[in-house]
């Protein structure tokens, strides 16, 4: 029974934190105080309260928050003694008589101060602004929250050379947590994760220099603010505009629990606080988000996920920071007693033991054998100079697996347990499977057995390599941070817009810059002057809340090469879309403007592969384009391609889909795959084949969607095509002589390009146009490109 009570209580304490308090104070003079039970400030309008915050059973803390409840929760914007709650009962928040702010748990306890002091009359205020402030009544500050932030920062309070935010321990539990936004030394804004082994700076990132950030360290005043209208801006020039900039909406700045900077704006309207800025879209980039030894794996349908490297195991099953520990024994004397187990586009950020530039793979592990500590190498291929570098990690600290990385990652077992594992890519697949497709359990468990064995045949040694085939060219060129800056993309919220709001940005739908099967795309300015392409979608072809269903998810997507969206608008019987606008128009424009050299070609046909990969591959989300063509293909102004037009995709599971459900033909004639024809079921293999047909267009300059070789046209038949460059390609391979080869090729390129790279890029379309849906590769399959045929080949 007393168990109930008490159950009874807390629950009740914890659900109704605030509506026990009677009184309501607009000032605390000298003398005065204030209990848990019965007081509290509130500021004029009302917007903020101040006074004791419930965050448990029977623990409080001096907060101030906003008065209304939104998103069903009160928020809290600072605390006085987040570390050391106190008692419910017999706590006091004073003004002593001698200017000092004291709260003292039980009558006793001295748990925080300001350690002012003053002989005058004073008074504390909360202020409209969320500042509690205590002056004298002549106006002098003593003492005001904004100067102690915790981890939130509020329209116009000063970020300072002396202030810091820190993230909460998690999202019940207010006390400190592990990240840290502070300026350096240096007079730069940086976040630091600062965990209980390790401490770590993840953002601006480490590896690229302060000016490519866009940051300065020449200027020392350190001092940053969010101002009411939702610009922010710092001394060393980081800036930005909240997606919903201008003056309206309560806004704040907050370093949440996952380390993660964002700014949230009031939706009056819904009353939830709505993400507006963030610093990271790549959730698995922030540091020690899964403790040591562990994988982040991003996933567009759920966010972040955490495993234990294969042989580890999770410290503290309830808690990923804690991170994971061995479940095995490594002897160091015996170098032979322990080897490597292959992890797939994965990347372990910091750490390094050794860095040992342009070596052997055989070399790079018997260096990690040397030491003891060494747990691991990342092997990876260095694009600039075009070998590959060595790093031996002493601590597997940072892991993110993601098929942005085309390099492995080989982390040392003892061969005991190397024998033990099973393949632990195929795994990591399955894993996010299983997580994001909903299905009964008898059909999941007929579905695994499927998936495995169609891993299993994809992930066959030597099987054929897209994008690493393609990327081995990569060496001859030197390349621009670019994937690194994909890194810096910063979301810059995606969110509803109304249809008012879509038509003054596109002046009425006035100026049209494309039009497609799913509707006509208009230009237009944003009111942040953001330039947008606006896609106004045919008819409401379904309801609102599928619609918002599947929007959100493509709103989730992020990837270099895919372009991205903004947001959408559906009221009544309008949906648009609305995406980031491309400069220099589509592929096919470039292509028969003669625009395009070897150079470009190459990067739009790996940067095509890359985009589609993620589409089908990054964890889970399946989903296939299934209109792939150089129209939906846009290039940015340093020609890097990125793939629009998800309007006809539909998400997927793997198993394919069920083609009844898909009574439409898809797709655009000379694209289109001949499953399409034939009734076969739809895989992502009808991608493969799109993007096969679109590179031997690059690769020939001839449109596919008919005419004949022989004419002067500029167009052919698309079996006609591959069966052409088939032909070509079987001559070429018997002979040194390239002539066969420069056939094919486009004549704008003037015979300027890599034969070698020629041939591979030749290859892979050829093998991408199979009839036969098994031969095709997928866009991106397992392996690193070593042992190859192509790798081989590259070698020689
Ligand atoms: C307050 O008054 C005391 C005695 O009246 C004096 O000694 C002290 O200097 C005063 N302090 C301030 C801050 O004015
Ligand atoms: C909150 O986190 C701190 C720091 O990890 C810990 O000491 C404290 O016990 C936690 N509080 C609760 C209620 O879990
Ligand atoms: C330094 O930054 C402050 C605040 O942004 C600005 O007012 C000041 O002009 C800057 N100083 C220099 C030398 O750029
Ligand atoms: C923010 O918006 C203001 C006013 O619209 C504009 O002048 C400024 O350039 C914008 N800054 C950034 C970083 O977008
Ligand atoms: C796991 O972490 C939680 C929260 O930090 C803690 O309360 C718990 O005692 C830990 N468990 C173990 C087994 O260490
Ligand atoms: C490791 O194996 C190699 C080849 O089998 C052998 O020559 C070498 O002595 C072994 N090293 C140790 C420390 O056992
Ligand atoms: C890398 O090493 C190979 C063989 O050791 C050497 O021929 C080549 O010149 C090196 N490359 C660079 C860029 O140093
Ligand atoms: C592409 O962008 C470059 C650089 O901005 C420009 O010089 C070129 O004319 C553009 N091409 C097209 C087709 O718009
Ligand atoms: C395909 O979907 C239809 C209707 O949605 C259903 O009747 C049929 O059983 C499904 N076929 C398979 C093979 O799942």
Not at 234 to 248: A, E, K, M, P, W
Not at 478 to 504: D, I
Request: proline content about 4%; aromatic content about 12%.
């Amino acid at each position: 029974m007393a168990v109930l009570v008490l159950v009874l209580f807390s629950c009740l304490a914890l659900s109704l934190p605030l509506l026990s308090y009677p009184k309501t104070y607009t000032s605390l003079t000298k003398g005065s105080s204030l209990s848990t039970q019965d007081a509290l400030i509130s500021s004029p309008h009302p917007t903020f309260k101040a006074g004791f915050f419930s965050v448990g059973g029977n623990a409080y803390c001096f907060s101030i928050w906003y008065t209304d409840a939104y998103d069903g929760t009160y928020t809290t914007v600072w605390m006085a003694n987040r570390d050391q709650p106190v008692n419910g009962k017999h706590t006091k928040f004073f003004l002593q008589d001698s200017g000092n702010l004291l709260l003292t748990d039980a009558g006793q306890l001295a748990v925080w101060k300001s350690n002012t002091r003053s002989n005058s009359s004073l008074r504390l205020e909360l202020q409209e602004n969320g500042n509690l402030v205590l002056s004298t009544f002549e106006g002098e500050n003593l003492w005001q929250s904004f100067d102690f932030p915790t981890d939130t920062l509020l329209p116009v309070q000063l970020f300072t050379r002396d202030t810091i935010l820190v993230s909460s321990r998690s999202k019940t539990n207010h006390s400190s947590g592990f990240y840290k936004l502070y300026f350096d030394g240096d007079g730069i804004l940086r976040l630091r994760y600062e965990g209980p082994e390790i401490t770590s700076v993840y953002w601006p990132n480490t590896w690229i220099t302060i000016g490519s950030a866009g940051r300065t360290a020449s200027n020392s005043s350190k001092i940053a603010v969010l101002d009411s209208s939702g610009y922010f801006q710092s001394s060393d020039l980081f800036q930005f505009n909240t997606s919903d900039c201008g003056v309206g909406p309560q806004r704040r700045m907050v370093l949440d629990v996952d380390g993660d900077l964002r700014v949230y704006s009031l939706d009056k309207q819904s009353q939830s606080w709505q993400v507006t800025w963030q610093h990271s879209s790549e959730p698995c980039r922030i540091h020690g988000i899964c403790g040591s030894n562990s994988l982040c794996i991003n996933d567009p349908e759920i966010g972040r996920r955490c495993t234990c490297l294969p042989g580890y195991k999770m410290k503290n099953q309830t808690d990923w920071t804690y991170g994971c520990e061995p479940d095995f024994q490594l002897s160091c004397n015996d170098e032979n007693a322990s080897g490597f187990l292959q992890l797939l586009h994965v990347e372990f950020y910091g750490f390094d033991l050794a860095y040992l530039p342009n070596i052997s793979f055989e070399a790079c592990k018997s260096e990690c054998l040397k030491y003891c500590e060494c747990k691991g190498v990342q092997y990876k291929f260095n694009l600039d100079f075009g070998y590959y570098d060595c790093y031996a990690k002493t601590i597997l600290f940072n892991g993110y697996r993601s098929l942005n990385f085309p390099d492995p990652m080989f982390i040392r077992l003892p061969k005991v347990e190397l024998a033990t594992v099973e393949n632990p890519n195929q795994d990591f697949n399955l894993q996010c499977a299983s997580v994001v497709i909903p299905l009964d359990r008898t059909y999941k468990r007929k579905k695994q057995n499927w998936m495995r064995s169609y891993l299993w045949s994809t992930l066959g040694v030597g099987s054929f390599e897209i994008i690493c085939a393609l990327a081995y060219l990569f060496k001859t060129r030197k390349r621009s941070n670019s994937r690194m800056e994909s890194y810096l993309q910063v979301a810059t919220g995606f969110r509803k817009y109304s249809y008012a709001e879509l038509k003054k940005a596109s002046r009425n739908f006035i100026e049209e810059i494309g039009r497609g099967g799913g509707g006509v795309v208009y230009g237009g300015v944003l009111s942040d002057n953001r330039v947008a392409a606006i896609k106004y979608l045919k008819e409401a072809m379904q309801g609102e809340a599928e619609f918002l269903a599947e929007i959100s998810t493509m709103g989730r997507l992020n990837h270099m090469n895919l372009i991205e969206m903004w947001g959408y608008c559906a009221e009544g019987k309008h949906r648009l879309l609305v995406y980031e606008y491309m400069e220099n128009g589509t592929l096919a424009k470039n292509l028969y403007s003669n625009k395009l050299d070897w150079r470009k070609r190459y990067e739009i046909a790996l940067g095509t592969a890359r985009g589609l990969a993620y589409l089908h591959e990054e964890c889970l989300e399946w989903v296939l384009h299934c209109d792939v063509k150089p129209h939906n293909i846009l290039l940015d102004t340093n020609y890097q391609p990125k793939v629009a037009d998800f309007g006809l995709s539909k998400l997927l599971t793997r198993s394919g889909i069920n083609t009844s459900s898909f009574s439409r033909i898809r797709g655009t004639r000379g694209y289109m795959a001949p499953e399409w024809i034939f009734n076969l079921p739809i895989t992502s293999k009808v991608d493969v084949y799109s993007y096969g047909i679109v590179l031997l267009e690059l690769i020939t300059g001839r449109n596919p969607s008919g005419g004949n070789i022989n004419d002067d046209s500029n167009s052919v038949e698309p079996r006609r095509l591959v069966s052409w460059a088939k032909e070509k390609m079987q001559e070429a391979d018997g002979r040194e002589s390239p002539t066969p080869i420069m056939e094919i090729v486009d004549p704008a390129m003037n015979g300027d390009f890599d034969i070698e790279g020629m041939k591979i890029l030749v290859k892979v379309a050829l093998k991408c146009t199979e009839e036969d849906i098994d031969a095709r590769p997928a866009m991106r399959q397992a392996g690193t490109g070593k042992g190859s045929d192509l790798s081989r080949q590259e070698q020689e």
